[in-house]
């Protein structure tokens, strides 16, 4: 008899496990929350690792058909004039011109693709109660149902339900960077469609990715933690991003009222998941569920090169999970660790907290043109 596997989330991450399991013979099950894949997200890299992983799933060809054509990023004022840029290809992987950039929701939604001719997806549904023994994983879903199972995965995220309910509260192990970052579909791009264009105040930044078409605006800014801010308080978000983004911004003061307008806009902290292990008897945690990279480390190549780690290790030893979940951690902690001590790094690149950081920051990328 196959083994049965319990997936929660229908992203990058538990899409692509959902694939590689279910192709090896695995009876995989996918629960996700959402009534259907979100819309919004700022375009992300496949790159080094995860190239090889998206090859072999055969939707490079739609990836790349989807894949964005910018080639540099444009540091301008407030007026749109142009103070300093760099060529992206100075970030590629190790993967070089294989690599792709791709909507966030693109890539999520063609991974789905693959993943459901390989398993049962649940939508509007989510895990209320997990109980383990030895032999197995017993849940009870938020419509009711139960169900049994040989593994539970929880690759659901940043504020991830499976953790909450086997690792315990979320405050134990996410971090907050000091910084939130908000992004939504708007309706035209400031550039061409090879550049983004990204504006600077102190603490502060908004960028305009043309995205192939469908131009996507990011908002970062630096602010400690707000006590009490839900992740899915949409009200509470553009409040805040309104308050951070007072007082004249130039051609980008219309981007604020389209976030008043929107009706799917992504927001969250830009945090750090830091677990001293990512797995619990039969259940084990993926993506930004066990490490979250947020933003600036290259989350999403991580998440289908986890994914795929994971699936090679409960493939070879699949009657063994103690064996399969220490394998998978060993492997990918040593792509993920160097990646969490590198954020400040790029957060400072990105968001520079001064006057004086944005011009020593135009500075140096003068020289990587």
Same mark, same amino acid.
């Given at each position: 008899m196959s083994k049965t596997v319990l997936i929660s989330?229908?992203?990058i991450a538990g899409s692509t496990l959902a694939y590689w399991l279910g192709r090896n013979g695995f009876d995989v099950t996918v629960v996700e929350r959402a009534e259907m894949p979100r819309s919004s997200g700022n375009p992300v890299d496949v790159k080094g690792p995860a190239v090889d992983v998206v090859e072999g799933m055969g939707v490079m060809p739609r990836l790349r058909a989807a894949a964005s054509q910018v080639e540099r990023m444009s540091f301008v004022d407030a007026t749109g004039r142009e103070r300093s840029g760099l060529?992206?290809?100075?970030?590629?992987?190790?993967?070089?011109?294989?690599?792709v950039e791709v909507a966030r929701a693109d890539l999520a939604a063609i991974l789905l693709g693959?993943? /459901?001719?390989?398993?049962?997806?649940?939508?509007?549904?989510?895990?209320?109660?997990?109980?383990?023994?030895?032999?197995?994983?017993d849940v009870v879903f938020g419509n009711g149902d139960r169900g049994r199972y040989d593994y539970l995965i929880g690759a659901d995220g940043l504020h991830s339900n499976v953790r909450g309910l086997v690792f315990g509260p979320e405050a134990e192990f996410l971090r907050h960077?000091?910084?939130?970052?908000?992004?939504?579909?708007?309706?035209?791009?400031?550039?061409?469609?090879?550049?983004?264009?990204?504006?600077?105040?102190?603490?502060?930044?908004?960028?305009?990715?043309?995205?192939?078409?469908?131009?996507?605006?990011?908002?970062m800014f630096r602010h400690d933690a707000v006590p009490g801010?839900?992740? /899915?308080?949409?009200?509470?978000?553009?409040?805040?991003?309104?308050e951070a983004f007072s007082g004249p911004i130039g051609i980008f003061g219309d981007l604020l009222d389209q976030v008043d307008a929107a009706d799917d806009l992504y927001f969250d902290s830009v945090s750090?998941?830091?677990?001293?292990?990512?797995?619990?008897? /039969?259940?084990?945690?993926?993506?930004?569920?066990?490490?979250?990279?947020?933003?600036?480390?290259?989350?999403?190549?991580?998440?289908?090169?986890?994914? *795929?780690?994971?699936?090679?290790?409960?493939?070879?030893?699949?009657? *063994?999970? *103690?064996?399969?979940f220490a394998a998978y951690e060993r492997r990918h902690r040593k792509l993920v660790e160097p990646k969490q001590r590198g954020m400040r790094v790029a957060s400072t690149l990105m968001v520079p907290a001064t006057s004086a950081g944005i011009v020593v920051r135009n500075a140096v990328t003068r020289f990587l043109r």
């Open positions: 989330g229908a992203g060529r992206l290809s100075a970030f590629q992987g190790g993967a070089g011109d294989r690599e693959a993943a /459901r001719e390989q398993a049962e997806i649940r939508w509007a549904d989510s895990i209320s109660e997990i109980a383990q023994d030895a032999d197995g994983v960077l000091g910084m939130y970052a908000a992004t939504l579909p708007v309706g035209r791009a400031f550039g061409n469609e090879r550049e983004v264009i990204m504006f600077n105040r102190p603490g502060q930044a908004i960028s305009v990715h043309p995205s192939k078409g469908k131009a996507v605006a990011a908002f801010l839900g992740h /899915r308080d949409l009200d509470g978000h553009k409040r805040l991003i309104a750090q998941v830091r677990l001293p292990r990512w797995s619990e008897g /039969r259940v084990a945690l993926l993506g930004d569920a066990g490490s979250c990279l947020s933003l600036f480390g290259d989350g999403s190549t991580l998440a289908i090169a986890g994914a *795929h780690t994971l699936a090679e290790e409960l493939i070879r030893t699949p009657d *063994h999970p *103690h064996t399969a």
